[in-house]
């Protein structure tokens, strides 16, 4: 208060005002001034000691954080081999480029650089901008993979001028063969905002990264990872690396080695050519899995930025649908190549091999007649078997019972889910009365059993249980499939066979292709190697619609031939499925050309060649031809893709679904079934059972 | 002692030279770690203004009272002139323009305002009747030495230095004896006015370093960046500091005007809180003396001047540190001695040389002689 003079100064002013007052204000005012210079002086002190000593460790931390960037390596993903060690999936080094949408600063004008230095098209270009658009912002997007060295360049030497463009070296997946793995192996891509919301690892997030998105791809993704590498940097304000501070070196994934024969897997989806199908080869001694093609197929290599616009939409437009999995999800009525497998049936019920019917063209079962494709005669099993006699099976099914026929369907295979590292399998029918029940609530009827005898009807199996009922007719033995080389080999059980009744069985069917049998052209063009198989021709729509081998190419009878060699001491089994083939005459040669290129690649090649010359080149060369000319054809008006890659094959398996659905409300329909492209009933002499003998 | 150091060497004021040299010095270094350890950029620049400045002090602290009485004001209606023909260049010029070009020297007149402001007042309160100080008819005259330079800053536009001109001019209003209650009523109507000053008195770009100064976690990429940049960069010097050239805030460019504005967090960073106490107790040692060669003084112009320069250093120090540590708003105001730049370190070099001459008077008036320093 006395400092200040208020009294004095206030209260009575001129009178007190003097040199010596005004200096005494002056020494008290002086006090105060320097006083607060003090004081502030000392908040200065405090308020630093509070923020460098008190803050200290925050403060740091952000300094570092402001100082050091680090960035993951994204690791090398583990190889895939095939059972001789020789790469299915492999890494190639190249350059990339990619953007993440947070950061660019002008995404028009970023792109438009890019498009001028990597000349993309106007539907490349549309993909990515798409992809900008509906990605969380931190997810980078790929624009463009092996680039050459210029563009690299180009692009890097434009970097201060383009905010959010990530140009790396790095490691791309690479699929030698393409398309002949593309359904086995899957492919790869960048994570999905799900999944990093799922597990929000920054590694999901990093330029480069990619994950398994299918098949074995995505089965074995925890091996084939590998840990990533860091980089950390010394970064400017303005992004500019100063130097590098630490590296550590990702380290690649395992490898994963399959059972499969890579040159035989690539072999077998060349030969399917331009037809729709697929080829299961097995050991069945051990149960390995050797090859399973599925063609058309995709080139897995072209996926790995995300499908294009383009590439969808051809793809989706096949009716082919080179986007199924044909060996684990394409469904088939078996025709007659079940019946070998029937005949173990009947034996195991009682029936002796030589016990024989006359077939008078047809059979009666209850108080109807029931066509066969032709008149045999008098039928013992093994002409049952090699001439694919219709009547015999009507008769000795209905004799047994079709629930015990049913039960060793199951025991060989058919109707099973085999313990696969895969996606899914769809397991198909075996139709039996309960199962009929369960599903129709109708009762089993005789021609229930006359249609499921020769597999027609109800009955759905998929190529790979084909394989394995063949690999188990020909050994005896409960031979499970496997796909992976160091998986553990169990003892295969044996089923209660006499060696006399297998062998029976594997002469009758070695005389389908070497004796008077419907396969005469399936004969292996090898010395000392007979190969025994059995044809089966499965209808797909009634016989009022199409008569199964000419017409619109869905209304065509799919052709199958299950097939072991050398038949008589078995070492090989497999099948061929050939969609809409128009007869079985569509699948045994391919059988022929893939196990003549399993004992003999020289031979198998010879024949292959002048297929292919005809075709119009390998199965990648004519991917990437239908490719050229559709886009080319499609111009500029093309339905962009689905979001995410997964809901592509999700709609895939929908529509397969959907498929088993038809084959299931044909099987309604009471008809006489014809297996092997019997005549229709009414042309029992015309001329298309003249050709089909020539065929079967 | 004072038989073994010869009598020239032991007048001089050494309390406030030590410290001048050694944040002269400590600047240097400072300067030379901004310019990523380029000592030329600016650490040798500011040495050889120093090595100029000092010997103007030393010319200013040479002149008598009589004759700095007499130049009193024709200097500042100098330097006023000055302020209004920048303004008139700038206009004519377009933009705003702060400095006058004279050959290779550029000269900011509104920096020479400072000291002229606090010249011209101590001259005016020295000379008026000692009854006259408290009437409000005396106050008229010192009003305007303070608001006419004050509105031509403002005009340029330079907040900082109009802010500056008045703190010196209210300082020496306030130690000349006026009563107290026209500060306490005209710091109410600051306060009350403050919002209008906000909105028509400042530009945009003001405005938002205010609004920012008041949270600046709100945009800390775009204005509060500074401060916070300048806080990661005090923090986390500690308290010894990462060492000379060791900063990664000022060397890797994040860290806004390492050599001007911000040179404290740049030596703060790499000197700890040592450093900042060695730089604030160096600045509180030089003003201490000031104070002290003022109240040394039995002259009353010579009281109020001394006092009214060392008021006018300390402004620059309080706002740049309350600047760089977040308790004001980033206004360009460099740090005495320590940044790199001509004008300030010229003002404040007439700041000391003033106060020298005081010092210098207080020594040969016979009362004075018994000050220690």
């Not at chain 2, 008041?214 to 986390?236: F, H, M, V, W």
Request: glycine share 10%.
């Amino acid at each position: 208060m006395g400092l200040f003079g208020r009294r004095r100064t206030g209260a009575k002013p001129r009178e007190l005002v003097s040199q010596t007052t005004l200096d005494n204000t002056f020494d008290r005012r002086t006090f105060v001034i320097g006083a607060g210079m003090g004081g502030i002086g000392m908040i200065l002190a405090s308020r630093m000691a509070y923020i460098a000593i008190a803050e200290n460790e925050r403060w740091v931390l952000e300094s570092e954080s402001n100082r050091v960037n680090l960035s993951l390596i994204p690791p090398r993903r583990g190889w895939i081999l095939d059972r001789n060690g020789a790469p299915l999936a492999s890494n190639r080094a190249d350059f990339r480029v990619d953007v993440i949408p947070d950061r660019l600063a002008d995404p028009e004008k970023t792109l438009g650089v890019l498009s001028n230095i990597l000349d993309l098209s106007t539907n490349n270009l549309a993909d990515i901008s798409k992809r900008i658009e509906e990605a969380r912002g931190f997810q980078p997007i790929e624009v463009a993979t092996g680039l050459n060295y210029d563009q690299f360049a180009a692009i890097s030497v434009r970097l201060p001028d383009l905010p959010g463009v990530v140009p790396q070296r790095g490691f791309s997946r690479f699929y030698p063969t393409g398309p002949s793995v593309g359904h086995l192996i899957g492919y790869v891509g960048p994570a999905s905002a799900e999944e990093y919301e799922e597990n929000p690892d920054p590694l999901l997030i990093t330029p480069g990264y990619k994950i398994g998105k299918d098949a074995l791809e995505a089965q074995f993704e925890e091996e084939l990872q590998g840990e990533p590498g860091a980089r950390r940097v010394e970064v400017t304000a303005s992004g500019r690396i100063v130097r590098d501070l630490e590296t550590r070196e990702d380290r690649q994934g395992a490898s994963v080695r399959l059972t499969i024969d890579g040159p035989l897997q690539d072999y077998a989806a060349r030969r399917i050519g331009l037809e729709s199908g697929s080829c299961v080869v097995m050991d069945c001694e051990s149960g390995d899995i050797l090859c399973m093609s599925s063609m058309p197929s995709f080139d897995p290599n072209s996926f790995s930025a995300g499908i294009g616009r383009v590439e969808y939409s051809m793809l989706r437009e096949d009716e082919r649908v080179p986007l199924r999995n044909k060996v684990l999800k394409g469904l088939y009525p078996p025709g007659s190549t079940v019946k070998p497998m029937h005949c173990m049936a009947f034996l195991d019920a009682g029936v002796k091999p030589d016990e024989a019917i006359m077939c008078g063209g047809g059979r009666r079962i209850g108080n109807r007649f029931f066509n066969c494709w032709s008149n045999h005669g008098r039928v013992d099993m093994a002409k049952a078997i090699y001439q694919s006699c219709d009547s015999y099976f009507y008769h000795f099914a209905q004799q047994i019972g079709f629930q015990k026929v049913a039960e060793w369907a199951h025991k060989m295979g058919l109707g099973e889910e085999f313990d696969l590292p895969v996606a899914s399998q769809f397991y198909g029918t075996v139709p039996d009365p309960a199962w009929k029940q369960r599903k129709y609530d109708q009762a089993w009827q005789p021609y229930d059993t006359v249609n499921a005898s020769i597999g027609q009807g109800y009955y759905l199996v998929n190529p790979l249980q084909l394989a394995v009922m063949s690999a188990r007719l020909a050994t005896g033995y409960k031979v499970m499939p496997h796909l992976r080389m160091d998986d553990r080999r169990p003892k295969f059980e044996h089923f209660d066979f006499s060696s006399d009744e297998i062998d029976y069985v594997r002469q009758a069917m070695s005389d389908v292709v070497n004796g008077p049998g419907t396969a005469g052209r399936a004969r292996l063009p090898i010395e000392g190697i007979q190969m025994a198989g059995k044809t089966g021709t499965a209808q797909v729509v009634s016989l009022s619609v199409s008569d199964g081998r000419s017409g619109p190419w869905k209304y065509r009878d799919h052709g199958l031939f299950v097939f072991f060699a050398p038949f008589d001491k078995p070492k090989y089994a497999g099948a061929v499925v050939i969609e809409h083939g128009g007869g079985s005459g569509a699948a045994y040669p391919i059988a022929r050309d893939v196990m003549t290129f399993l004992f003999d690649p020289v031979k198998g090649m010879e024949a292959l060649r002048p297929l292919e010359e005809q075709w119009g080149g390998t199965a990648s060369q004519r991917l990437e031809a239908k490719y050229r000319a559709y886009a080319a054809a499609a111009g500029e008006v093309v339905e962009p893709v689905p979001l995410r890659t997964e809901q592509i094959f999700d709609q895939v398996d929908a529509e397969a679904r959907l498929a088993q659905r038809q084959s299931e409300e044909l099987a309604q329909q009471q008809r006489s079934s014809r297996a092997e492209g019997s005549p229709s009933p009414s042309t029992p002499s015309g001329p298309s059972s003249m050709t089909e003998d020539q065929v079967e | 002692m004072s038989n073994i150091v010869p009598a020239p060497v032991a007048r001089q004021p050494w309390m406030m030279l030590f410290p001048l040299f050694a944040l002269i010095g400590f600047g240097a270094l400072v300067l030379t770690s901004a310019a990523a350890g380029n000592f030329e950029a600016y650490a040798q620049s500011h040495l050889i203004r120093f090595a100029i400045f000092i010997v103007m002090a030393v010319v200013i602290s040479r002149f008598g009272r009589d004759v700095v009485g007499l130049l009193a004001y024709p200097a500042y209606i100098a330097i006023l002139l000055l302020v209004i023909a920048v303004e008139i260049v700038g206009q004519v010029g377009g933009g705003s323009q702060r400095w006058l070009e004279l050959g290779p020297i550029r000269i900011q007149p509104s920096e020479l305002m400072k000291p002229a402001v606090v010249l011209a007042l101590a001259q005016y309160y020295g000379s008026l009747p000692v009854g006259m100080v408290p009437t409000w008819r005396a106050l008229m005259p010192a009003a305007a030495i303070i608001l006419l330079p004050m509105a031509f800053v403002l005009l340029q536009p330079d907040l900082g230095t109009s802010l500056a001109i008045a703190f010196g001019g209210f300082v020496v209003l306030f130690l000349a004896g006026l009563p107290l209650r026209w500060f306490v009523l005209s710091g109410i109507a600051a306060i009350a006015l403050a919002p209008v000053a906000f909105f028509v008195g400042l530009q945009d770009y003001q405005q938002k370093r205010v609004l920012t100064f008041l949270d600046p976690e709100n945009d800390p990429l775009g204005d509060g960046y500074q401060i916070t940049q300048s806080k990661i960069a005090i923090g986390s010097g500690g308290m010894f500091g990462k060492g000379f050239n060791e900063g990664s805030q000022s060397h890797l460019n994040y860290l806004p005007e390492p050599h001007t504005d911000f040179v404290f967090a740049t030596m703060a960073e790499e000197w700890g809180f040592a450093g900042g106490l060695f730089t604030i107790g160096a600045f509180g040692l030089i003003l201490f003396w000031g104070l002290k060669v003022a109240k040394a003084s039995t002259d009353r112009f010579a009281k109020l001047l001394a006092a009214g320069m060392t008021a006018t250093i300390f402004f620059y120090v309080a706002i740049n540190l309350l600047m760089v540590m977040g308790f004001a708003p980033v206004v360009g105001i460099p740090l005495p001695f320590i940044s790199h730049g001509g004008s300030s370190m010229m003002t404040n070099m007439i700041c000391i040389g003033v106060l020298m001459m005081v010092h210098r008077w207080n020594q040969k008036s016979p009362r004075t002689g018994l000050i220690l320093s």
